[in-house]
């Protein structure tokens, strides 16, 4: 695999020299340009990851040149060289579509460490990117009606600026949804930032959001961009925004009435514009109810609303997602894998409290164990054994009537194959005219199992 390409553009020979040289042995292939012309020659040459811009450069200052290199290379993201008294222009240069900035003389761990993550942004933008162009198959979001209405209300919502609510359970998925919305958003090419509302002290909210100032309080050496201005021409995605305490609440409130980000310590607001996503795993109108959630904030936050239902309720899509997880795995090179469709029946007739981050793992356990390239249901069983009875608060495993457990075994093969049935009683080991006489005798609905919305009834 290629080294990512970092160029350096600087008009200084004795930096560029010995920036490249450190910056290579943190794993990156260096080019490097001396003016804002040389620069757009060596990104025409190259696709460069990074670029370590020098602000005051011979002829067009490299604040000219910024709009330049995002304009024609959108992922390509560009971290600036700032001398001391710069740093208002560097943060300018930011609004303007840096992803950072760096002051010379550069700390080399600050500077790998922001290589690093600004490289990962713009791996995960492409990935992004080619996942959009792709024809759509069904496999990521699975058939399920609530799913598809989920799907078909985020695909109208994306290309807007309206606020999204995405509600569900832990482990439904909130933060992929929010990654989605932002990658079909119309600032893709912009930050999409990350706050962990329950995770933050309460009196951390208003600088982690905001920032604040040199002198600000006590140990506040410098100023630091809180998270929404780091958002600017972004997504701000507010995840567990139900954890937020009242307080914050009025602050996080009058930040999505003006816009304006006034950092701890500033007297003059700064404006922002960002896509805001919000989730929470709270019953977010309970909370209303119980004077725990501001109203007014609620209806903000809650332009669209969309609300993930938990797997056990779409476990239709269970075979799919299993395959699926089974799929990007050897894509990883792990051995390839499928489920038996006794084995698909199984991992559907377990609850999944831990909605698709459990079944996520479960599978990588099994496809890590297997003995084989088919994962049998006695290998699901006893991944699975110890949770069940933990889950039921039994020393023994479930008992399932064998009744219950062939129709199950029906439904997941009619499901996976779309209702072909000759190939459902191939994969089933019976004939054809057996298939037939059980989907009688259980009285299966066979578009329902196609669907996805058969697998939970019993015989």
């Not at 208002?88 to 303007?96: F, G, N, V, Y």
């Not at 760096?102 to 993550?117: A, S, V, Y």
Request: hydrophobic fraction near 40%; include cysteine; charged fraction near 30%.
């Amino acid at each position: 695999m290629s080294k990512p390409v970092v160029l350096i553009v600087d008009d200084e020979e004795t930096l560029r020299r010995v920036l490249g040289k450190e910056v290579a042995g943190m794993g990156y292939a260096v080019r490097t340009a001396s003016d804002a012309e040389k620069a757009l020659e060596a990104l025409e040459g190259d696709e460069v990851a990074v670029v370590l811009l020098d602000l005051k450069l011979p002829g067009r200052s490299g604040l000219e040149l910024l709009p330049k290199i995002k304009g024609r290379w959108p992922h390509t993201e560009v971290i600036i060289l700032t001398g001391h008294g710069s740093v208002e222009t560097a943060i300018e240069a930011m609004r303007a579509g840096a992803y950072d900035y760096q002051q010379k003389p550069c700390h080399l761990d600050e500077l790998e460490e922001l290589l690093r993550k600004a490289n990962e942004k713009r791996t995960l933008a492409l990935h992004a990117d080619a996942l959009l162009d792709r024809p759509e198959t069904g496999i990521e979001w699975g058939e399920s009606p609530a799913m598809a209405r989920v799907h078909a209300d985020l695909v109208k919502a994306a290309p807007t600026d309206a606020p999204v609510l995405i509600l569900g359970e832990s482990g439904t998925g909130k933060e992929l949804v929010a990654r989605e919305l932002h990658a079909r958003s119309s600032v893709k090419s912009g930050r999409f930032v990350v706050v962990n509302c329950g995770a933050i002290p309460g009196s951390l909210v208003e600088s982690t959001l905001f920032g604040h100032e040199k002198g600000a309080f006590t140990g506040a050496n410098g100023r630091k961009l809180g998270l929404a201005e780091v958002a600017h021409r972004g997504t701000l995605f507010l995840d567990e925004v139900g954890e937020l305490p009242l307080d914050a609440q009025v602050k996080l409130l009058r930040f999505l009435q003006s816009g304006e980000v006034l950092r701890v310590g500033a007297t003059e607001p700064v404006q922002v514009e960002a896509r805001i996503v919000a989730a929470t795993n709270v019953d977010i109108d309970q909370a209303v109810g119980r004077k725990e959630f501001r109203e007014d904030l609620l209806y903000r936050l809650e332009t669209i609303r969309l609300e993930l239902p938990p797997l056990r309720e779409r476990r239709g899509d269970i075979p799919l997602l299993a395959q699926r997880f089974l799929d990007e795995l050897r894509a990883k090179g792990h051995p390839p894998r499928r489920f038996a469709p006794e084995a698909v029946a199984e991992l559907q007739s377990w609850p999944w409290p831990g909605n698709v981050r459990e079944l996520r793992r479960v599978v990588e356990r099994l496809s890590i164990l297997a003995d084989g390239e088919v994962i049998g249901p006695e290998e699901v069983r006893a991944r699975l054994g110890a949770r069940r009875s933990s889950a039921s608060g039994a020393g023994e495993p479930e008992v399932v009537p064998l009744r219950t457990m062939e129709r199950r075994m029906i439904v997941a093969a009619l499901h996976r194959f779309r209702g072909d049935k000759p190939k459902a009683a191939q994969a089933l080991g019976i004939a054809l005219k057996t298939l037939y006489n059980k989907i009688k005798a259980y009285e299966i609905d066979v578009a329902a199992a196609i669907a996805g919305t058969e697998s939970a009834r019993s015989p």
